[in-house]
């Protein structure tokens, strides 16, 4: 068999044919891999907000890079992140945006993204989970973005002068949710040189204030002057996506507390309660009338935020492929890949196999390994294909056609591949399979 190392049509230099390029556009919007139609989802989407921009620029870099002999490659759009903004910006109407870009912007680099994002208008700040985070963040953003606020969600505590300086330092807005950390902070002054935002528990029972220190919070605002007061104030929903659930039920209460008690405390602050879940469900919680801005993550990236959500226009910004390294017929009574685990049975699914530079280390959940039908799947030679056996570290057996080549690249990521989906196989969210990209997987950004 001839050995075919085929680039991936996403990365093809473009032709000058106008014709050509509207189809090489379409095939990437719909059909980056596969040869299919462009599906009617991503027709609509394009329908609505337009082609994504793509620049002479990009173009030639795109057509610059050369993945022969690459096992597999992370292809990250920036023209699909800024559309998502976009789309989200439409969504959300008056409310302000912050993007959370911590955990590597949920494995899509978080100096990327945010130097992307800073660009972007109605975007409030930049949400990051610790110190370092925020460090790596503000290193990436220009001189003129300073006033971009980046906030620090969980890493700035326990208060000492030590976080202090580090926030200073490097422009971060620290979230203080204890206690402890609020008065350290206000008995060494930080209100006076820091930008900050306090959390208070509502019911989820993670981090934040209790209900119980609400009054003494008050309090002290009401000691200081406005400029000192707190950027935001903020909850978080356990079940965004239930807006009738008694918990929810039970944040809201507790939050309009909040907002009447410190309504004349702290009038500038921001008030925040939702992620991309709230702000699907908008309508049911009056959002726009309860806060002012949504903290959004998943749906940026272009996951809806709950299986079988509306997609309301976002697109996936990650694409992950590999490659076929090598292909086999397969007969009844074949076992494929460590411990026989996957059996070939007479009248199999699976009459040739393809295995994919693609493994554990790089990434690829484990549970999605299958014995039948049961395990992950690939967009391979234009459909679904199954994981055939176990996942190993370096490599990852699926099924394919009789057509299907070395050379030739499977989506494991992407428009294809639901994230819902594939999460539900492995036993887990799409979150957890977005940010757990190894570095082996070299990431190709346009
Ligand atoms: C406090 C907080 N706000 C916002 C978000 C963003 O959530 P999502 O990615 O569902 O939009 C998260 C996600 O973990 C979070 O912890």
């Known amino acids: 068999m001839t050995v075919k190392k085929r680039t991936p049509p996403f990365l093809e230099k473009k032709t000058a044919s106008p014709s050509d390029r509207e189809k090489t556009r379409s095939n990437e919007l719909g059909d980056s891999v596969g040869g299919s139609q462009e599906s009617t989802l991503i027709r609509k989407i394009r329908e609505k907000f337009g082609t994504p921009l793509e620049s002479a620029e990009s173009d030639a870099k795109k057509a610059a890079v050369d993945l022969r002999g690459r096992r597999a490659v992370m292809e990250l759009r920036a023209d699909r992140l800024v559309h998502n903004i976009r789309a989200l910006r439409e969504l959300s109407g008056q409310l302000e945006?912050?993007?959370?870009?911590?955990?590597?912007?949920?494995?899509?680099?978080?100096?990327?993204?945010?130097?992307?994002?800073?660009?972007?208008?109605?975007?409030?700040?930049?949400?990051?989970?610790?110190?370092?985070?925020?460090?790596?963040?503000?290193?990436?953003?220009?001189?003129?973005?300073?006033?971009l606020r980046v906030v620090v969600f969980?890493?700035?505590?326990?208060?000492?002068?030590?976080?202090?300086q580090f926030c200073e330092a490097y422009g971060l807005s620290p979230v203080l949710y204890t206690e402890e950390d609020f008065l350290s902070f206000l008995r060494q002054g930080w209100q006076k040189r820091l930008s900050y935002e306090l959390k208070f528990n509502t019911g989820m029972n993670r981090l934040g204030f209790g209900m119980g220190f609400l009054s003494r919070v008050k309090r002290e605002l009401e000691k200081m002057p406005a400029e000192h007061h707190p950027a935001g104030v903020m909850?978080?929903?356990?079940?965004?996506?239930?807006?009738?659930?008694?918990?929810?039920?039970?944040?809201?209460?507790?939050?309009?507390?909040?907002?009447?008690?410190?309504?004349?405390?702290?009038?500038?602050?921001?008030?925040?309660?939702?992620?991309?879940?709230?702000?699907?469900?908008q309508k049911q919680f009056r959002l726009s009338e309860i806060s002012d801005h949504v903290r959004l993550g998943l749906s940026l990236y272009g996951v809806p935020p709950w299986k079988g959500a509306p997609l309301r226009g976002i697109l996936p910004v990650m694409t992950v492929k590999a490659q076929v390294l090598q292909k086999r017929a397969l007969k009844s009574g074949d076992l494929v890949g460590y411990d026989g685990a996957f059996r070939v049975t007479q009248g199999s699914f699976a009459q040739h196999m393809a295995v994919l530079g693609l493994g554990y280390a790089d990434g690829v959940n484990r549970h999605l390994s299958g014995k039948s039908q049961d395990g992950g799947y690939v967009w391979l030679g234009g459909r679904e294909e199954r994981v055939l056996g176990r996942v190993s570290m370096d490599l990852t057996s699926v099924s394919c056609s009789a057509s299907v080549e070395v050379g030739d690249w499977a989506e494991w990521v992407g428009d294809h591949v639901d994230h819902w989906a594939q999460a539900e196989n492995a036993g887990t969210i799409p979150y957890d399979l977005l940010t757990c990209w190894s570095d082996r997987v070299e990431r190709i950004t346009n």
Not at 243 to 248: D, F, G, V
């Open 154 to 164: 969980s890493g700035a505590s326990p208060w000492t002068e030590e976080v202090g």
């Open 235 to 281: 909850t978080h929903l356990a079940c965004g996506d239930q807006p009738e659930h008694a918990l929810t039920r039970q944040q809201l209460d507790h939050y309009s507390v909040i907002r009447r008690e410190l309504a004349n405390a702290a009038p500038s602050a921001r008030y925040s309660l939702g992620a991309s879940s709230a702000l699907w469900n």
């Open 97 to 147: 945006i912050l993007p959370m870009v911590k955990a590597n912007a949920y494995g899509h680099g978080a100096q990327w993204v945010s130097r992307i994002l800073a660009q972007q208008t109605g975007i409030c700040g930049l949400g990051v989970a610790s110190l370092e985070e925020g460090r790596e963040v503000r290193r990436s953003l220009k001189d003129s973005q300073r006033t």
